[in-house]
């Protein structure tokens, strides 16, 4: 395991296993979850209540913020656009040695994601799974990521984090403090 502080974010749509990854990944890299699904559960006692985007997302960048001296992070959450992970990126950036995107990238399929979401306690409206799954953008280090790993390559991942080597995966020599942002 790295000395470094290590941030992940996931991405990819509802019904994909997104959480489940997050669970896999906290342990490996003994790592806090924030959970944007458990923030809401926390102030409005309801997962599913999309009241108050405001105040969820400054309460995750606060938690963001106040775990980064303490612990490794991983940030469950869909993040499918490219301008949502850049507004986390920002609370992010000279907190964390290490910032790393867990991605869907056509696998599960959108017919898995819909299938899982039958079997979900909370499920996440059909059009709404189909919108973001049209609309997901593939995220990329240029966005300040060390690397963008796909759910497919996660196991490998995982082995080298616990083995040690998990500079093996950032991309170039520059730190996602230096990489531009748009």
């Not at 991405?11 to 458990?38: E, F, H, M, V, Y």
Request: charged share 25%; hydrophobic share 35%; glycine share 6%.
């Amino acid at each position: 395991m790295t000395d470094n502080r290590i941030f992940v974010m996931m991405a990819g749509i509802p019904g994909s296993g997104k959480s489940t990854l997050a669970n896999t990944i906290a342990k490996a890299i003994d790592g806090q979850i924030i959970s944007s699904d458990r923030i809401r559960g926390e102030l409005h006692g309801d997962e599913s209540c999309q009241d108050d985007p405001e105040l969820i997302f400054d309460t995750i960048y606060d938690r963001i913020e106040a775990f980064a001296p303490y612990t490794n992070v991983v940030y469950d959450a869909t993040n499918y656009l490219k301008h949502y992970r850049a507004e986390v990126l920002r609370h992010v950036y000279g907190r964390y040695d290490l910032v790393f995107c867990v991605y869907q990238n056509g696998y599960p399929t959108l017919e898995d994601c819909l299938k899982n979401n039958l079997k979900r306690k909370r499920q996440v409206p059909y059009k709404v799974i189909c919108n973001m799954w049209n609309k997901f953008e593939c995220p990329k280090p240029i966005e300040g990521f060390d690397a963008c790993i796909t759910f497919d390559q996660l196991f490998d991942w995982l082995y080298d984090v616990v083995e040690g080597d998990i500079l093996e995966w950032t991309s170039c020599t520059n730190t996602h403090s230096d990489k531009a942002r748009s």
